[in-house]
């Protein structure tokens, strides 16, 4: 590289030298030159001189930058073959897996149709042999049918009872069940009778009770009519006096207050609509005087 600037002086195309020269050619081996100072540092004298000085660096960086190119693309180029060997790996380990999933399935498959096979022909040799032997395929169904039924089980449960209870123990055991029934039936009618009286004396107090409810209506009736009458006697007295001279009425009404007969007689008509009431709630008749 010491080369250069004189090669620069005769020919004015270094570009060309550099490229067309083998000796000239970079070698990744070798160490890296050490760069030249910026062009400030030159005295500069010309300018011609100064493009001199400065085009072997540029032909230098451009050398270094063709380099890390080529690298750049070697590395590029290795990573791809790397995942394209890794995905075809893959996607042989992949259909491998697939192969032996489906191979693992066909045995699944075949086994189960060899116990199916299996279960099928027990079937049907016991089906032959419970045609051989109809009697024992007869008495295995008529236990089976006595142990799963109700009926047949009890039956069979109070037969084999009485082989081993005596006739004694039984009537014994009737004889409780035949007490513990009176008792329950003896109870019962204690209870009705009880209920029985409970009724009657109800009646007879609802009997009583209306006669009481009777006896208070005629009462409230004598009241209407008293009180109709005081009513109609304070509007007679009212009109004499209406028809007296005012020293003898005013007299008179010093003695009698009309207002408060006439307040005592609106309390008692309310009083008797509340028991009138009353009284028709209970379904008892009232009659109605106008």
């Given at each position: 590289?010491?080369?250069?600037?004189?090669?620069?002086?005769?020919?004015?195309?270094?570009?060309?030298?550099?490229?067309?020269?083998?000796?000239?050619?970079?070698?990744?081996?070798?160490?890296?030159?050490?760069?030249?100072?910026?062009?400030?540092?030159?005295?500069?004298?010309?300018?011609?001189?100064?493009?001199?000085?400065?085009?072997?660096?540029?032909d230098y960086a451009v050398e270094q930058a063709l380099l890390?190119?080529?690298?750049?693309?070697?590395?590029?180029?290795?990573?791809?073959?790397?995942?394209?060997?890794?995905?075809?790996?893959?996607?042989?380990?992949?259909?491998?897996h697939f192969n032996q999933t489906i191979d693992s399935l066909e045995d699944v498959k075949s086994q189960l149709a060899v116990y199916e096979n299996m279960m099928f022909g027990k079937v049907k040799e016991g089906i032959k042999i419970a045609a051989s032997h109809?009697?024992?395929?007869?008495?295995?169904?008529?236990?089976?049918g006595v142990l799963v039924l109700k009926r047949p089980r009890r039956f069979l449960y109070y037969n084999t009872l009485r082989l081993f209870v005596s006739e004694e123990s039984w009537l014994s055991k009737a004889d409780i069940r035949v007490k513990e029934l009176?008792?329950?039936?003896?109870?019962?009618?204690?209870?009705?009778?009880?209920?029985?009286?409970?009724?009657?004396?109800?009646?007879?107090?609802?009997?009583?009770?209306?006669?009481?409810?009777?006896?208070?209506?005629?009462?409230?009736?004598?009241?209407?009519?008293?009180?109709?009458?005081?009513?109609?006697?304070?509007?007679?007295?009212?009109?004499?006096?209406?028809?007296?001279?005012?020293?003898?009425?005013?007299?008179?009404?010093?003695q009698v207050s009309f207002l408060n007969i006439s307040m005592q007689a609106l309390c008692l008509k309310i009083y008797i609509a509340s028991a009138i009431m009353k009284l028709q709630c209970s379904f008892i008749p009232i009659p109605v005087i106008a």
């Open positions: 590289m010491r080369m250069a600037p004189e090669t620069v002086k005769h020919n004015h195309h270094p570009m060309a030298t550099v490229s067309e020269s083998p000796e000239d050619s970079p070698n990744p081996n070798s160490p890296a030159p050490t760069p030249l100072p910026p062009p400030s540092d030159y005295p500069s004298k010309s300018e011609s001189k100064v493009l001199e000085q400065a085009t072997p660096w540029i890390y190119q080529k690298i750049i693309e070697q590395n590029i180029n290795a990573t791809i073959e790397a995942s394209r060997s890794r995905l075809s790996e893959f996607g042989s380990t992949s259909a491998a109809p009697m024992i395929t007869g008495g295995i169904a008529v236990g089976l009176r008792q329950s039936i003896d109870r019962l009618k204690t209870e009705s009778v009880k209920l029985e009286r409970s009724a009657s004396v109800a009646e007879e107090d609802l009997i009583r009770g209306r006669k009481k409810l009777r006896h208070a209506g005629k009462q409230i009736q004598s009241v209407i009519h008293s009180a109709y009458k005081i009513e109609r006697q304070a509007a007679g007295l009212k009109d004499i006096l209406g028809e007296l001279p005012s020293r003898e009425a005013s007299r008179f009404r010093s």
